[in-house]
């Protein structure tokens, strides 16, 4: 079974919604910069993760950490709290948008198409470094 693991250093970024902009007679759609951005670091480490081996072609599995930082407001006593996971991080960026985002950034590095995660695990929890670790492998 292969399993391809990297990690995203750096405060995670969600998935922004596409762009328009008008050129002439046509709509053009564009990704927001701070998105493509992202998705470059992403596809950076991934690289960097698989090598020179060719994208996976079977059914997978994704596992997606999201680390945020705490709050710099919060008092200390709060701090030990999320750190010690008895808080959540309810807030933006959501999951979701996270994961959408490294999932496209590794289409045709990591595997051929997103479409062939069918299964993922995704944790957003505070941590002391920020970050996002990425875990695929292949469907048993």
Same mark, same amino acid.
């Given at each position: 079974?292969?399993?391809?693991?990297?990690?995203?250093?750096?405060?995670?970024?969600?998935?922004?919604?596409?762009?328009?902009?008008?050129?002439?007679?046509?709509?053009?759609?564009?990704?927001?910069?701070?998105?493509?951005?992202?998705?470059?670091?992403?596809?950076?480490?991934?690289?960097?993760?698989?090598?020179?081996?060719?994208?996976?072609?079977?059914?997978?599995?994704?596992?997606?950490?999201?680390?945020?930082?705490?709050?710099?407001?919060?008092?200390?006593?709060?701090?030990?709290?999320?750190?010690?996971?008895?808080?959540?991080?309810?807030?933006?960026? +959501?999951?979701?948008? &996270?994961?959408?985002? #490294?999932?496209?950034?590794?289409?045709?590095?990591?595997? @051929? !198409? +997103?479409?062939?995660? &069918?299964?993922?695990? #995704?944790?957003?929890?505070?941590?002391?470094?920020?970050? @996002? !670790?990425?875990?695929?492998?292949?469907?048993?």
């Amino acid at each position: 079974m292969i399993q391809i693991m990297f990690t995203i250093p750096g405060p995670p970024h969600g998935k922004g919604r596409p762009r328009f902009a008008r050129r002439g007679n046509f709509v053009k759609t564009y990704t927001d910069a701070k998105t493509a951005s992202y998705e470059d670091q992403v596809r950076f480490y991934a690289l960097q993760a698989i090598g020179s081996s060719k994208p996976l072609e079977t059914a997978l599995e994704a596992a997606i950490y999201i680390r945020l930082p705490v709050p710099k407001s919060y008092p200390k006593k709060r701090v030990a709290a999320c750190l010690g996971g008895l808080e959540w991080p309810c807030k933006k960026p +959501d999951w979701d948008n &996270v994961a959408k985002s #490294v999932c496209d950034a590794m289409n045709s590095i990591v595997f @051929v !198409d +997103d479409s062939q995660i &069918v299964e993922c695990h #995704v944790r957003k929890v505070y941590a002391e470094t920020a970050g @996002v !670790d990425v875990l695929i492998k292949e469907k048993e």
